[in-house]
C-alpha cells in the first residue's frame, strides 16, 4: 500500500468555492457496497433510503474563529496564524505562514486585520515558545480571551471566495467550539430535513470531535503508515454510548454523518466493544486505513475528498478501492461539487 494508491485528478473548477442553497440541495451519489451500484440524487431525497430504527450519529464541533493576523515586533512582517489545539491556558498548537521566518522567540503583535477595523492596534502579544512535527509552532498569547474578537473564521486553503454568510460553514446543530475545520458532511442538513428524518422513527445521536490539523494536511510519506495522525479532542458521553450499544445490539443500522464521527465511534468501540461501549473523553488518534475492520459503522454519509488525505483513506477502507475509484471518477465525470462547500455521498 503506497500514499499514491489514494491520488486522483480533479479540475480546478469542480473545487467547489460556495456552499449549495439550500443545503440540500446539493447533489447526493448512493453507493451499494453489496451490489456495487451507483445512484444519483439530491440530498434531501436521502430520507428514501433511511428507516425506522436506525442511528444517525453527528459530530456537534463547533468552528472557532482560529484565523488570526499579526505583525512581527522586530520586523513589522506579517504573519498568518492558525490555531490548532489548546495545550493551556493562553498556550496553543499553531500553523504560521510564513513558517520558516518564524523561530522560537519570535514575537507577533495581533491586531484585528478585517476591513471594518478602525486601527490596527496590538491588542494580544504572541511568542513562539516550542516546536512540534509538522510545522506545528507552539504560542503562548499574552491573554487568549481577547483571541475571538480579533480572528475570524478559517475557511481550507482550496477557497477563494469569500464567505458572506459564516455561519454557511457550521452545521445547523453545532453547539461545542473547537474545530478549526467543519464537519463538513453534516453542512447539507436543514432543519426541515431532520425533523423529517426524525418523523420516520431515526434516532439522532450527537458526539463531539475537534476537527484540527490532518483536515489540512496531505499525507506525505510513501507508506501511509508512517502518517503520524494528529490527535484531536472527543467526548462521547455515558448516554450516547448506551444507545449505540443498544442498536447495535438489536441489529439497527449505526450511520455516521462523516469520517470525524467514524474515527470517534470507533475508538471508542476498540477501547471497549460494540456490545458495551463505554463513554470516551480524550485525544482520538485512530488512523484508519484499508484492511481495518470496522467494529460499530454501518453506513456512512461524506463529501468527496482530497487525494492522498486520511480523509479518502477511511473511505477506501469502509467501502473498497474499486467502488470508490469509479464512483469518483463516475462524479467528476458528472460534474459533481468536490470538497467541503461539495456534494455528498451514502455509502450502504
Not at 34 to 50: A, M, T
Not at 75 to 94: F, P, S
Not at 136 to 155: A, G, M, R, W, Y
Not at 287 to 299: E, K, N, S, W
Request: glycine share 8%; aromatic share 8%; proline share 6%.
Amino acid at each position: 500500500m503506497k500514499t499514491s494508491d489514494f491520488s486522483y485528478s480533479l479540475p480546478s473548477e469542480l473545487i467547489a468555492q460556495t456552499p449549495a442553497e439550500p443545503r440540500d440541495q446539493s447533489r447526493l451519489m448512493v453507493l451499494s457496497r453489496s451490489g456495487g451500484s451507483i445512484k444519483h440524487h439530491r440530498f434531501f431525497e436521502i430520507v428514501n433510503y433511511l428507516q425506522s430504527g436506525d442511528v444517525l450519529v453527528f459530530n456537534n464541533s463547533r468552528v472557532i474563529p482560529a484565523r488570526l493576523v499579526g505583525r512581527k515586533v522586530d520586523t513589522g512582517g506579517r504573519v498568518e496564524i492558525l490555531l490548532l489545539r489548546r495545550l493551556d491556558t493562553n498556550v496553543w498548537e499553531t500553523l504560521v505562514k510564513p513558517g520558516k521566518r518564524v523561530k522560537i522567540g519570535t514575537k507577533v503583535d495581533i491586531t484585528d486585520d478585517s476591513e471594518t477595523a478602525n486601527n490596527h492596534e496590538a491588542k494580544v502579544l504572541a511568542e513562539v515558545t516550542g516546536l512540534g512535527q509538522g510545522g506545528i509552532k507552539v504560542i503562548s498569547f499574552s491573554d487568549e480571551t481577547i483571541l475571538p474578537e480579533l480572528s475570524e473564521i478559517p475557511l481550507p486553503p482550496y477557497i477563494h471566495t469569500p464567505l458572506t454568510h459564516p455561519e454557511r460553514y457550521q452545521t445547523i446543530y453545532a453547539s461545542v467550539d473547537g474545530s478549526t475545520a467543519a464537519p463538513t458532511a453534516g453542512l447539507h442538513f436543514t432543519p426541515e430535513l431532520l425533523n423529517e428524518i426524525e418523523k420516520k422513527g431515526v434516532q439522532c445521536l450527537f458526539v463531539t470531535l475537534h476537527i484540527g490539523l490532518d483536515t489540512f494536511r496531505p499525507v506525505r510519506e510513501e507508506d501511509p503508515a508512517n502518517h503520524p495522525i494528529h490527535q484531536e479532542y472527543g467526548r462521547l458521553s455515558g448516554e450516547v454510548a448506551s444507545q449505540l450499544s443498544q442498536a447495535k445490539a438489536e441489529g439497527r443500522r449505526i450511520i455516521c454523518v462523516g469520517t470525524t464521527t467514524v474515527r470517534i465511534v470507533e475508538q471508542a468501540a476498540q477501547a471497549s466493544s460494540p456490545s458495551h461501549l463505554k463513554p470516551l473523553d480524550g485525544w482520538v488518534s485512530l488512523f484508519i486505513l484499508p484492511g481495518y475492520q470496522f467494529r460499530m459503522v454501518d453506513a456512512l454519509i461524506t463529501n468527496f475528498h482530497l487525494p492522498r488525505s486520511t480523509l479518502l483513506m477511511l473511505v477506501i477502507a469502509f467501502t473498497g478501492e474499486e467502488l470508490i475509484n469509479r464512483a469518483y471518477e463516475e462524479a467528476i465525470a458528472s460534474g459533481y461539487r468536490f470538497y467541503s462547500f461539495g456534494d455528498a455521498m451514502l455509502i450502504v
